[in-house]
């Protein structure tokens, strides 16, 4: 029996969550007033490059696996580590969004995915996390209309 890639269960795991998050998309009540698709929109639009993102993981991982041998894969702990790390730091940010709000919660949340993987470059990191952090506030209050929780900031 051969081995599974890292990459096929990531895609696998995308796949399952895109589709749940499609579905509770689907499930989301229809706008009588205003635009028919209401608030439906951006989140199909989000499942959807979910849906494309994991398919194109599954196939750059089956032309690696075309093009490469099979080897045997030992246990490397300290990925399973960073990749628990990750997901606690990110339920963490889910659990602060609301209390905190949607910009320090962000700024905090990017920051510390940046100076971890982006060891030494804290002046770039906290650059890349308010900028990001600014355009998608923009984008959403601005744009779309769509008031992120404020939290602690008094705005």
């Known amino acids: 029996m051969k081995p599974v ?22 499930s989301l009540p229809l706008m009588r007033i205003g635009d028919p698709l209401g608030p439906k929109a951006f989140p199909a639009l989000v499942g959807i490059g979910l ?16 093009t490469t041998e099979v080897r045997r894969h030992r246990v490397d702990f300290r990925q399973i580590g960073i990749l628990c790390a990750m997901v606690v730091w ?13 910009i320090i919660s962000t ?16 002046r770039a990191n906290l650059a890349i996390a308010i900028g990001f952090t600014a355009c998608v506030d923009l984008l959403f209050s601005q744009g779309l209309g769509v008031l992120l929780p404020t939290g602690l900031l008094p705005i």
């Open 5 to 26: 890639m890292p990459d096929v269960v990531l895609a696998i795991c995308v796949i399952a969550g895109a589709l749940v998050y499609l579905y509770a998309d689907a």
């Open 107 to 122: 700024l905090i949340f990017l920051f510390g995915l940046l100076s971890f993987f982006h060891r030494g470059h804290y």
């Open 51 to 66: 849906l494309i993102s994991a398919l194109l993981l599954l196939y750059e991982a089956w032309q690696k696996h075309r």
């Open 90 to 102: 990110t339920a963490i940010y889910y659990s602060a969004f609301e209390y905190a709000g949607y």
